[in-house]
């Protein structure tokens, strides 16, 4: 064999070897999160939810999650294919997104997801290439089923509110057309899906604490929290997820329901 042969074996080798934990056969079960700066970790004064998720359950969890992107732009950079890639069979991967996938291809951002729930598509040019663009839901469905077929499970969490109180009194309704999209994936993908309503558990949280207290936690803007609201936020899907019965991390939760903040919706 030729010595460049057997050094591209090798660094082959090493990228099949590269994975999370290590060694990809015996690796334990692990939870993947894939969203946007709301669960991302920053080193500001705010930072992303996933960050204390680690906290709360006993299975390993690797934060993929990126500031700035949206169902469309964490596909198009070859985010979710990275993830898929990655899992193995009953591993658990966590979809959240909405915060970056409104706006309009006019002014294409690289982010803006095509209208429309179902196969829709546009096309646009964004950074000098053509695109075509998809629907929040279809990009959301492509990656789940990829994951589904490699063995693993799919937890879709609605977006985290902004802050409910800002315009003085609590508001906080149907979370938006992404919400809605979230939960109708979850269904569609099946058994090995579920939904949590991460954006309500989020919201009924910063309902009970009241304005100031809300207010404290949003430091910056009206949509990224502080370390100590992303706790909040994270506990608030764990509450979400153990009110639904737990679903893939049934048994991997440290934390008894009850002593959760917050209350079953
Ligand atoms: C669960 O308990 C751990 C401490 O053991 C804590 O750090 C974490 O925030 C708790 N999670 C929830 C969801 O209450």
């Given at each position: 064999?030729?010595?460049s042969?057997?050094v591209?074996?090798?660094?082959?080798?090493?990228?099949?070897?590269?994975?999370?934990?290590?060694?990809?056969t015996?690796?334990a079960?692990?939870?993947?999160?894939?969203?946007?700066?709301?669960?991302?970790?920053?080193?500001?004064?705010t930072t992303?939810?996933?960050?204390?998720?680690?906290?709360?359950?006993s299975?390993?969890v690797v934060n993929?999650?990126?500031?700035?992107?949206s169902?469309r732009?964490?596909?198009?950079?070859?985010?979710?294919?990275?993830?898929?890639?990655?899992?193995?069979?009953?591993?658990?991967?966590?979809?959240?997104f909405?915060?970056?996938?409104?706006?309009?291809?006019?002014?294409?951002?690289?982010r803006?997801?095509?209208?429309?729930?179902?196969?829709?598509?546009?096309?646009?040019?964004?950074?000098?290439v053509?695109?075509?663009?998809?629907?929040?839901?279809?990009?959301l469905?492509?990656?789940?089923?990829?994951?589904?077929a490699?063995g693993?499970?799919?937890i879709?969490?609605s977006?985290?509110?902004?802050?409910?109180?800002?315009?003085?009194?609590?508001?906080?309704?149907?979370?938006?057309?992404?919400?809605g999209?979230?939960?109708?994936?979850?269904?569609?993908?099946?058994?090995?899906?579920?939904?949590?309503?991460?954006?309500?558990?989020?919201?009924?949280?910063?309902?009970?604490?009241?304005?100031a207290?809300?207010?404290?936690?949003?430091?910056?803007?009206?949509t990224?929290?502080s370390?100590?609201?992303?706790d909040?936020?994270s506990?608030?899907?764990?509450?979400?997820?153990?009110?639904?019965?737990?679903g893939?991390?049934?048994?991997?939760?440290?934390?008894?329901?009850?002593?959760i903040?917050?209350s079953?919706?």
């Amino acid at each position: 064999m030729l010595h460049s042969q057997f050094v591209s074996l090798l660094a082959l080798a090493g990228t099949a070897l590269a994975a999370p934990s290590g060694d990809v056969t015996k690796r334990a079960q692990t939870v993947y999160l894939a969203g946007d700066s709301t669960m991302a970790k920053a080193n500001g004064v705010t930072t992303g939810w996933g960050v204390f998720l680690p906290y709360s359950l006993s299975l390993p969890v690797v934060n993929k999650a990126i500031g700035g992107r949206s169902s469309r732009s964490f596909t198009r950079e070859g985010r979710f294919d990275e993830i898929i890639k990655a899992v193995q069979p009953n591993d658990i991967v966590v979809i959240e997104f909405g915060h970056n996938d409104g706006g309009s291809l006019s002014t294409d951002n690289g982010r803006s997801v095509c209208g429309g729930a179902g196969t829709e598509t546009c096309q646009t040019t964004y950074n000098g290439v053509a695109e075509t663009v998809h629907t929040f839901p279809w990009y959301l469905t492509e990656a789940g089923k990829a994951i589904i077929a490699k063995g693993a499970k799919v937890i879709m969490s609605s977006q985290t509110p902004n802050n409910p109180w800002e315009s003085g009194t609590f508001s906080y309704g149907d979370g938006g057309r992404f919400v809605g999209y979230a939960k109708a994936v979850a269904t569609a993908l099946g058994s090995n899906a579920i939904y949590v309503d991460h954006g309500a558990y989020t919201a009924n949280y910063f309902k009970g604490i009241g304005k100031a207290a809300t207010d404290k936690l949003f430091p910056q803007d009206h949509t990224h929290t502080s370390p100590v609201g992303a706790d909040f936020v994270s506990k608030a899907f764990v509450k979400g997820l153990q009110c639904g019965g737990g679903g893939f991390l049934k048994g991997f939760v440290k934390n008894e329901t009850a002593s959760i903040v917050g209350s079953c919706l």
